[in-house]
Each structure stands twice: as structure tokens, then as C-alpha cells.
């Protein structure tokens, strides 16, 4: 059975700095992998996957995130934090092949501060 | 609308009641799955449905807990006989297609509160 590993409750950062939200997996076979962000009191909003191809995948508001086979990570980075970013992430896998179920890790509270 | 949509957004209930809960997927969405999420904790895959498939209900809790979805269009998520234990936010999902590589786009979510 698959896994999702979010090591880190909460990452604290200043605005204007880097960011990197760890995540890390165990799946059979291939991975298609996902990161997810939850603002207080909604659901969750889709930042971006990697399926195949380039290792670096770029998505929504700024974020990136590099996919690792040989360490089985995909943590979540962004250059320069806004205080906007602050909120809930989550990281999610899906096996491929394995039909749409997403496994997902417990989550990290991202706090940007001033 | 162009999200997913859920209804109530909070429901309060007497411990024992049952409860619906009620999911209305993006418009062409094959795929929709119910979540449960509580308090300060990740996600908890409840059941999934594809098209007109058997869905998937190997994430359900106990047998007080059912979901059906007619064709590829609303689904009711229902929880009889309530516990406090099942206080939790209920969240759906829709997706298109089977394969694993589409994203799932979220509703805001059902708070049930159970007291």
C-alpha cells in the first residue's frame, strides 16, 4: 500500500524567503504525485502534479516542486514567501496504473511571517 | 457553477440522528470521491465512484455510513445513527476521466458537528 510522509508539522518562514515544504512517499511502481493547499474553512486547492518527464514542475501562484525518485520525494518550494502563502499543504500519490485513488500525507501548517 | 458543490456548508445534529450530506460534482466530472477530515488531521478516503461502476466503499468507517450517486451527477453521502466521533469536516471531490494523473478539484466541505 502507498504512503505519504509530511515530516514537518509546521514550517515557519519570513516573507521574502525561500520555502520548502518536505514531503516524501512509498509507492509500487511509478508515482504520480500531487500538491494540494487549503485555505481556513475551504476545501482543497490543486497547486500542481508531476506525471512524467522533467523533474522540476512548475505551478500555481509561484510554487514548484522537484521530484526525487532515488531519495522517493517531491517537496514543495517556492523562492520568496508571501504572507498570503500561509495556510495548510498537503502532498498526495497516485500509483500508476492504479486508478484515481490519492493517498495523502498529514499535512503542513506553512506560517509566512512579515 | 464552476466548482464543486456541497450542501449544508455546517450541520449541527443530536447525537443518534441520521444526516445527508449532499455533493454536486464539476459538469462532465466521471470520477467523485467523499472524504472525511477532522480536526487538524490530513484526509480520510471514505468511497469513490467512476461513472457507472461499482464504487469503491473500502474507506468506509462502519456500516452507518452509505453514499450513492445517481449516473455522473449529484451524490449523497449518509450517516445514520450519529456518534460524536463522527464530527468531522466531509469534503468532495470530482475528477474527469479514470486515470490517476487528473487532479481532484475539492468543494468547501460539510462541518458536521454531532452533539
Known amino acids: 500500500a502507498q504512503s505519504v510522509a509530511q515530516p514537518e508539522d509546521q514550517v515557519n518562514v519570513a516573507e521574502g524567503n525561500p520555502l520548502t515544504v518536505k514531503c516524501t512517499y512509498s509507492?509500487?511502481?511509478?508515482?504520480?504525485l500531487f500538491w494540494y493547499v487549503q485555505y481556513p474553512n475551504r476545501g482543497l486547492q490543486f497547486l500542481l502534479k508531476?506525471?512524467?518527464?522533467?523533474?522540476l514542475v512548475k505551478g500555481s501562484y509561484g510554487f514548484e516542486a522537484e521530484f526525487n525518485k532515488s531519495q522517493t520525494s517531491f517537496h514543495l518550494k517556492k523562492p520568496s514567501a508571501l504572507v498570503s502563502d500561509s495556510a495548510l499543504y498537503f502532498c498526495?500519490?497516485?500509483?500508476?496504473?492504479?486508478?484515481?485513488?490519492?493517498?495523502f500525507g498529514g499535512g503542513t501548517r506553512l506560517m509566512v511571517k512579515p | 457553477g464552476a466548482g464543486v458543490s456541497q450542501s449544508p456548508s455546517n450541520k449541527v445534529t443530536e447525537k443518534g440522528k441520521d444526516v445527508e450530506l449532499r455533493c454536486d460534482p464539476i459538469?462532465?466530472?466521471?470520477?467523485l470521491y467523499w472524504y472525511r477530515q477532522r480536526l487538524g488531521q490530513g484526509l480520510e478516503f471514505l468511497i469513490y465512484?467512476?461513472?457507472?461502476?461499482?464504487?469503491?466503499k473500502s474507506g468506509l468507517p462502519s456500516d452507518r455510513f452509505s453514499a450513492e450517486r445517481t449516473g455522473e451527477s449529484v451524490s449523497t453521502l449518509t450517516i445514520q445513527r450519529t456518534q460524536q466521533e463522527d464530527s468531522a469536516v466531509y469534503l468532495c471531490?470530482?475528477?474527469?476521466?479514470?486515470?490517476?494523473?487528473?487532479?481532484?478539484?475539492f468543494g468547501d466541505g460539510t462541518r458536521l458537528s454531532i452533539l
Open positions: 471531490a470530482s475528477s474527469l476521466g479514470q486515470g490517476g494523473n487528473q487532479p481532484q478539484h
Open positions: 509507492v509500487s511502481g511509478n508515482p504520480y
Open positions: 508531476y506525471i512524467t518527464g522533467d523533474n
Open positions: 498526495a500519490v497516485s500509483p500508476v496504473g492504479a486508478g484515481n485513488m490519492l493517498t
Open positions: 459538469s462532465g466530472h466521471t470520477a
Open positions: 465512484f467512476q461513472g457507472n461502476s461499482a464504487p469503491d
